[in-house]
């Protein structure tokens, strides 16, 4: 069986270099980040099949939302590496649940203040749930295609696959569908994602007219089996004579018992974007400035899911002694209105104003036994204004923007400001943030069908009930030095922080804390090459101070830390990369080391798909598993390596990577969130190819 894998492996490098034809100079280009880049699009003779020399990659462009320019780009980095995981981007700093398309126990965490109203609940199912400013636009000179894939655990696979052509010099389609499907090493822990996303780029031939929309459908699947047990728990250690003498068995992780198998829980989501703007007055020989009026539509729907065939005593009592359904919804239709005016001088001025109507909540009226009655929706629309200014001159950078809630049943506001400078291969950037915001959906209303999963933290008849805006203020720094370091440092200052913890019944309720927490945030990047060596570091400190917080409940008082993160993670690479077969094929191998201190993880919630705070009875029970009192649930303080073989045949990248490689010589014993282990020891496999027709 290996000698045919090994086969088809070779078979399939093979018929790679051969298929695939490009221009190996243009393909090892690096990225770049400057808004203009040349536009095949405004070339007098535009590229046919008929002309002899191919397009540059520097032609296959690639759009932000915030009109971001950069282009494709089919080199092998260690950043490359970095990227290449379910989520398509760098993962550092978050750790998985065991399987692929679970949610991440964030060790760095970031804060999503750049908003006005409330953010939709189930947040440990939005790592993968691509929002608005995640989706990309195109402009290609010959249709574009990528394919990625990659293995996953047990049965199932991984695979994002790509299509974008220019109908047009001046209209450009792209259609893309990201699909995992993971059984899973453990019982009940399939995953099943998927997402759909369509764009379109067009530009008017005077240039005029430009819109830029697209169409998303996004569902994530996960079954939900609560963690391990008690049982599980002692069969995973191995920590009393019993198990020890089956260690064997429950190597095999499937043969661990769970606490249920019989639930789980869903994300849909789907968004039609569409942003469209004329330029009043534009830009000719004879004036230096252009006017531009714009529309900005949003229309969002949301949905979240929690599906169980029958309650468990773990969430306390339900109102029903069968299936329980516990769903809730989002609508959310947003209209902008924006004057752009651009000044060679003066730099870039957007004034906007908007609207935006939301619908939140549940199809049933609760009255708690008390009388209390918990309602079903959160109803209403906001009007708001706001601006953006950027300035680039000779190396200095201005930019500021900032959105504030004149009309409406919630308050908010957000407003950033930062300056830099670049000089050659040194660059520096100051700046400070402040925002104002209501705490997330789930905070201020849920509804379940488990008793104690009820709550509603606004228009109260007792007013002191409801929750506060969030407020945070921020000033942070960065120092950049071209291919060497990167330093970056922030002071967070977050008022009415709002989390979830667990109650004297340990079961998952919202708290506000009423003080004043503070963050400090150090992080180092460095990247340095001697030769065919590389080496890559990530380093980050945190501390947190201020954010103790006591809660007196019918006489018990509990005291804990309502911020939890490690004072140290770290990411440090060692790698080997260089040509072979006559420059045929780039290889590039290594270590990756990845380390963060020890310190109290948080807990996972299937129902609410939110991470809470451990409270202290919780952190006892974790911490005297073992049979002689000794703390035996490790969060952090422990190595994990990973051995990665990756090349570069034209434009095709081949990962191979062993995740975890030290448990292949011992049994985990450390985990991910109470209950939940992380990843054991395997081999991936996967690949990233590019098609220039």
Do not use: C
């Not at 089996?225 to 049982?231: A, F, M, P, Q, R």
């Not at 203020?473 to 200052?493: F, P, R």
């Not at 080997?576 to 919630?605: C, H, I, M, N, P």
């Amino acid at each position: 069986m290996k000698k045919n894998l090994v086969f088809i492996i070779i078979l399939l490098i093979g018929s790679i270099a051969s298929a695939q034809e490009g221009n190996e100079e243009e393909l090892n280009e690096v990225r770049t980040n400057e808004k203009k880049t040349p536009d095949f699009a405004q070339k007098k003779k535009p590229f046919t099949k008929k002309t002899k020399s191919k397009p540059p990659i520097t032609d296959y462009k690639i759009i932000s939302i915030k009109n971001d320019t950069t282009f494709v780009d089919t080199t092998l980095t260690i950043q490359r590496d970095y990227n290449f995981n379910y989520l398509r981007r760098d993962d550092f700093g978050l750790q998985p649940i065991n399987n692929v398309g679970q949610t991440y126990n964030s060790l760095i965490k970031v804060e999503e203040y750049n908003h006005l109203l409330p953010l939709f609940g189930a947040r440990a199912r939005h790592f993968n749930f691509m929002e608005a400013e995640d989706i990309l636009y195109y402009n290609v000179p010959t249709p574009l295609t990528e394919l990625y894939f990659k293995t996953t655990f047990e049965q199932g696979q991984q695979l994002d696959a790509f299509f974008t052509v220019n109908t047009s010099p001046r209209l450009n389609l792209s259609i893309a569908y990201k699909g995992n499907r993971s059984l899973g090493k453990y019982q009940h822990a399939l995953t099943s994602t998927g997402n759909f996303r369509a764009t379109a780029n067009y530009r008017t031939k005077n240039d005029r007219y430009s819109i830029r929309t697209h169409f998303v459908s996004q569902d994530l699947l996960n079954e939900e089996n609560g963690g391990l047990s008690k049982t599980g728990l002692n069969q995973y250690l191995n920590n009393t004579e019993e198990f020890r003498e089956e260690a064997d068995e429950f190597s095999d992780r499937g043969s661990i018992e769970v606490n249920f198998e019989n639930a789980e829980s869903i994300l849909l989501g789907k968004r039609f974007y569409l942003n469209h703007k004329y330029d009043i007055l534009k830009k000719t020989d004879s004036t230096n400035t252009n006017i531009a009026v714009g529309h900005i539509l949003d229309l969002t729907d949301k949905s979240f899911q929690f599906d169980q065939a029958a309650p468990t005593d773990l969430f306390g009592e339900s109102y029903d002694s069968d299936a329980l359904v516990d769903k809730v919804a989002l609508e959310d239709f947003s209209n902008q209105l924006f004057v752009n005016v651009n000044n060679n001088w003066l730099g870039s001025l957007i004034v906007n104003a908007g609207i935006s109507d939301y619908n939140y909540g549940y199809n049933t009226i609760l009255t708690l036994e008390d009388g209390t009655d918990i309602t079903n929706r959160i109803k209403g629309n906001i009007v708001s204004v706001g601006g953006s200014y950027q300035k680039y001159y000779k190396g200095f950078q201005l930019a500021a923007d900032g959105m504030s809630i004149i009309s409406g049943d919630f308050d908010g506001n957000y407003l950033n400001a930062s300056a830099g400078y670049q000089l050659g291969d040194y660059g520096l950037q100051v700046g400070i943030s402040s925002s104002s915001s209501a705490p997330n959906y789930n905070f201020l209303l849920y509804q379940s069908d488990y008793v104690n999963y009820n709550w509603q933290n606004f228009n109260n008849t007792d007013a002191t009930n409801d929750f506060k805006n969030v407020e945070t203020q921020k000033i942070h720094a960065n120092v950049q030095v071209k291919n060497w370091a990167n330093i970056e440092a922030s002071y967070s200052t977050i008022d009415n922080y709002t989390y979830f913890t667990k109650n004297t019944d340990s079961i998952t309720v919202p708290e506000q804390y009423d003080g004043s927490l503070n963050l400090l945030k150090l992080k180092l990047s460095n990247s340095l090459k001697f030769g065919w060596l590389g080496i890559d570091n990530s380093i980050v400190y945190q501390n947190v101070s201020n954010a103790t917080n006591t809660i007196n409940e019918v006489g018990d008082v509990r005291t804990f830390e309502v911020y939890n993160v490690p004072n140290i993670v770290t990411r440090n690479s060692v790698y080997y990369q260089d040509y072979w077969f006559k420059r045929a094929l780039f290889l590039q191998t290594g270590v990756t080391f990845k380390y963060y201190s020890e310190y109290d993880a948080d807990g996972y919630d299937p129902i609410l798909s939110e991470f809470y705070v451990q409270s202290p009875n919780e952190i006892e029970y974790f911490d005297n598993m073992g049979t002689d009192g000794d703390t035996t649930q490790t969060f952090g303080g422990f190595p994990q390596f990973d051995i990665f073989f990756n090349a570069r045949i034209r434009q095709t990248r081949i990962y191979f990577k062993v995740e975890n490689f030290g448990e292949a010589f011992s049994q985990n014993n450390e985990f991910s969130a109470p209950g939940y282990a992380p990843r054991d020891a395997v081999i991936r496999f996967g690949l990233v190819w590019n098609f220039f027709l």
